[in-house]
């Protein structure tokens, strides 16, 4: 892998886990060991955000995630998608979400800061 893509994160980590791939397989797949993680003007680190995926995967039934942008520029990494989840619950949301953040030396996620906003489905 070149580098990181979230898409292919996203998918691996919550909305469509493989079978037998722990989570913790799934993170270093992806996300470098000083990982950090901002949202909501609130940073965690790679133990954190571990936890929050682990409670997203007890959520979600199902999920799909639509890039609509996505550059990289050495170790520059930014991109937007729309995701569309089913919770356990039968309830769905779909949001907006714009990333940007850095790559590690091996291609896996440093960082990523995000923000988003709630959509109405097509």
Do not use: C, N, W
Request: aromatic letters at 10%; zero cysteines; charged letters at 30%.
């Amino acid at each position: 892998m070149s580098h990181a893509r979230i898409s292919e994160a996203l998918r691996a980590l919550v909305f469509a886990p493989e079978p037998g791939v722990e989570l913790s397989e799934a993170v270093d797949r992806f996300y470098s060991p000083d990982y950090t993680h901002r949202a909501d003007g609130r940073t965690i680190d790679r133990e954190s955000f571990t936890r929050m995926a682990a409670g997203f995967r007890d959520l979600i039934e199902e999920g799909t995630v639509t890039v609509l942008d996505e550059v990289s520029d050495g170790s520059v990494y930014a991109e937007r998608h729309v995701f569309h989840i089913r919770l356990k619950d039968g309830t769905t949301q779909h949001r907006e979400v714009a990333l940007f953040g850095t790559l590690a030396e091996d291609g896996r996620f440093r960082h990523l800061s995000e923000t988003g906003f709630d959509i109405t489905p097509a």
